[in-house]
């Protein structure tokens, strides 16, 4: 596509001063996209400070919060006294929380701190929304105490402040066990009802910038506010579309389905330390903090200060940052932009044919064949993982989310450029390096199209980047001053650079090496942008010598390849500082006093095998085996386990009342036939009614959980299709394994796993009902 620009040396120093100048947009793209700098206690009254914040997390997130926990009642007095003192208007909402997935209905008891700063001219309810309880394996700082207490810092810093609108903190509980006091929030609190614009806060790491990645739909007008309140907006459309698309929640959830607009942001750096004891103050990045709660400050102000009824869209926008710089447009343009681009690669592949540089049928093979360069990194990928994984098997019950995964993340990236070099140095004489360069931009601007039509939001990334290289192309081709054809080049080039190595790096962080192969599509669809640069520091093929370059180049990156992959290794040992997870828990049948220590790791390390040492699951309770366990022989403790009696039976329902015993905080109900629908009732607390569908995996299909359930117990009422009696087992669970005789804590370099039935103590009664 380039021809011949001049002499060797001077090309090849003018395709260094191309490659370099990508290579620092993307270094400027990375750097534009960090936290902020955290601000003192000393800060000014009306500034976000996360030093401020800090003092509050000090106070309520030192030790794990789950729902139905001491210390989550700790917090939740330390919330309301915090809240009351700044002049808010609190109380504390009791109620029972569901949720519904296959073959499992979850219950619990919540208690949601909601306090409301009252407006003066209110047009509508601005709702600040973050969860207080944490996951049983650690503190939570990140997730989510981190943003309840910037919900505190941000009421202290409005002080007293007069805005229009109502603004109301909702802390719920529960989140954790699938979104359980939101959902009681939106079914039986007013507010909940109400509507209004809805700010979540979540993380999935503990660090890195406050990222708005999910919207409600019709988003327009909250993303122009969002860009013009916020002084460091991060995020971009991309995520919103590939969250819609995924399985996951939060509170946002049922918040949203409820008619909230609204938005929700979160931090997902350093994953690795996400729903682990790790997930503490010592690892939380103050930047983030300060991140979080700036963007909090600044949104509550100004939703706040507006007329909420003129945030109403009929439309979506596209919105990313460039070079620091919010670029927002209607969805609508997705198409349009497509068009175009998929214009310009047909002009370009026109033009060069009529200036000779390249054939329509050598550019329709360079098109066939540039598949193999962009699924092939894809496939070796996610090799490499399962590679990994046999080596290390640890690293699979971190799904991915390595301590230290940069030298990977490299590995994968050189991977990817060996894959394209494999691909383009060969064929370069046969087809030209023109054809090669037209045929590599057909694909992404071919996938470009189809995300137009199915996430209009995400399609800016691929339409972009294709639209301005054809455009630069187009541009270089007539020129005859070399100089000016290596700049229209680059810069045709600099928004994939801008753009493509970012969303690579935002996949690995919220994805993890488990699902590599997305991040190497990603980095391969950049690869195809750059032949034309590439051809500058390249030999001219018409003079070639013999083969240097084409076994040379895949060589270095192959031998590069390797060593990243031995310093990969070497840098994810692990100790005290980059722990090892290990799922381990206690189980006796109260019945039998048979117990027994279980394990669900692929290799236990040496402390858990202390505990386990085969794979015989015969003596385990009826129901409780699910997937390849390790046990092992463990002492008989004194506990009373759960109770059920059944109060009523008629047909298939069946009408049970449920204790967990003394000391116990949740239990677990299995049966070995399905059941399609749950009600739980607990006195003084309105029933709630959830269906299930489909079953559980293993040979006990059915489950229910209740979670944080009241010593008291409550009433479960199961409705299971089918004749004759059957086996129910019931689990208490209580956490934490110290009660067990012989039992010894875990040694620096050694955590929970995030698995949710790890570190329980489970005292089982099977009954056939």
Same mark, same amino acid.
């Given at each position: ?222 993303? *122009? ?33 409820? *008619? ?102 050598? &550019? ?152 590599? *192969? ?46 990243? &992959? ?87 329902? &069946? ?115």
């Amino acid at each position: 596509m380039t021809g011949k620009l001049f002499d060797v040396p001077r090309r090849v120093l003018a395709g260094l001063a191309a490659m370099l100048t990508l290579a620092g947009v993307i270094m400027l793209t990375a750097m534009a996209d960090s936290t902020m700098q955290p601000l003192p206690a000393s800060a000014p009254d009306g500034e976000f400070s996360a030093g401020r914040a800090l003092r509050h997390l000090e106070k309520f997130a030192t030790e794990p919060r789950p729902i139905g926990s001491a210390a989550g009642d700790s917090a939740v007095r330390y919330l309301v006294a915090q809240l009351r003192a700044a002049g808010l208007e609190v109380e504390v909402q009791r109620a029972v929380g569901s949720n519904a997935s296959t073959g499992l209905a979850s219950f619990g008891q919540v208690d949601n701190v909601v306090a409301t700063r009252r407006g003066t001219d209110s047009t509508g309810t601005v709702l600040v929304a973050a969860h207080y309880d944490s996951a049983a394996m650690g503190p939570g700082v990140s997730d989510d105490a981190a943003a309840v207490a910037s919900m505190l810092e941000t009421v202290r810093a409005l002080g007293g402040t007069a805005l229009r609108n109502d603004l109301v903190f909702l802390m719920t509980d529960g989140e954790e066990d699938g979104v359980l006091g939101a959902q009681a929030f939106v079914r039986e609190h007013p507010l909940g009802r109400a509507g209004g614009v809805l700010l979540n806060w979540e993380a999935r790491g503990v660090s890195g910038p406050s990222l708005m990645f999910e919207t409600s739909k019709d988003n327009a007008a909250l993303v *122009g506010l969002f860009a013009d309140a916020v002084p460091h907006p991060r995020g971009d459309s991309m995520m919103v579309e590939l969250y819609r698309l995924l399985p996951n929640n939060t509170d946002f959830t049922p918040l949203s389905k409820a *008619g909230f607009a609204g938005m929700n942001f979160a931090y997902i750096q350093d994953s690795s330390r996400y729903h682990t004891a790790d997930d503490s103050l010592d690892h939380l990045d103050r930047g983030s903090l300060q991140h979080h709660g700036t963007n909090m400050l600044a949104l509550a102000r100004a939703l706040g200060a507006t007329d909420l009824r003129t945030l109403e869209s009929d439309h979506d926008a596209t919105y990313f940052r460039l070079f620091g710089v919010m670029v927002t447009y209607p969805a609508g343009l997705a198409w349009p932009l497509a068009g175009l681009a998929l214009a310009a690669v047909a002009g370009l592949a026109l033009l060069a044919r009529r200036r000779r540089v390249a054939s329509l049928p050598r &550019i329709a093979v360079a098109a066939v064949s540039a598949v193999v360069p962009l699924v092939l990194p894809a496939v070796l990928a996610q090799g490499l993982w399962e590679l990994l994984v046999s080596w290390r098997p640890a690293y699979d019950g971190m799904g991915g989310l390595l301590h230290h995964p940069l030298a990977f993340r490299a590995a994968v990236a050189v991977v990817t450029a060996l894959v394209l070099l494999g691909w383009y140095l060969p064929l370069r004489r046969r087809l030209g390096p023109a054809a090669l360069g037209i045929g590599a931009l057909t694909w992404p601007a071919l996938l470009g199209a189809l995300s137009a039509q199915a996430a209009p939001g995400a399609s800016f990334v691929l339409t972009l980047p294709v639209l301005l290289c054809a455009v630069g192309a187009l541009a270089a081709l007539p020129l005859r001053d070399a100089r000016w054809r290596v700049a229209a080049l680059t810069l045709g080039a600099v928004p994939a650079a801008a753009l493509l190595p970012a969303l690579a790096g935002n996949t690995f962080d919220g994805m993890g090496l488990a699902l590599g *192969g997305v991040s190497a599509l990603v980095l391969a669809l950049f690869g195809l942008t750059v032949p034309p640069i590439l051809e500058l520091i390249l030999p001219d093929p018409a003079r070639e010598q013999g083969r240097p370059v084409v076994v040379g180049v895949p060589l270095v990156a192959t031998v590069l390849t390797a060593a990243l &992959i031995a310093g990969g290794l070497a840098g994810n040992a692990f100790d005290a500082r980059d722990p090892q997870r290990t799922h381990l828990a206690y189980v006796m049948d109260a019945g039998t006093k048979s117990a027994a220590w279980v394990s669900a790791d692929p290799e236990p390390p040496a402390w858990t095998r202390r505990y386990v040492s085969g794979r015989d699951t015969g003596a385990l309770p009826p129901g409780y085996a699910r997937g390849t366990l390790w046990t092992g022989r463990a002492p008989a403790i004194e506990a009373a386990g759960p109770q059920v009696t059944v109060l009523s039976r008629a047909g298939g329902t &069946i009408r049970l009342r449920v204790s967990a015993g003394r000391g116990a905080r949740s239990v677990t109900l299995r049966t070995e036939r399905p059941i399609t629908e749950a009600t739980a009732a607990v006195k003084g607390m309105t029933p709630v009614t959830v269906p299930v569908t489909g079953t559980r995996l293993g040979t006990w299909p059915g489950e229910v959980r209740f979670r944080g359930l009241p010593s008291g117990g409550a009433e479960i009422t199961l409705r299971v299709p089918g004749a004759g009696r059957f086996r129910l087992t019931a689990i208490s669970e209580t956490d934490g394994l110290s009660a067990v005789p012989g039992y010894v804590e875990r040694p620096p370099g050694v955590v929970a796993a995030t698995r949710e039935d790890g570190d329980l103590v489970a005292i089982t009664r099977t009954y056939r009902l």
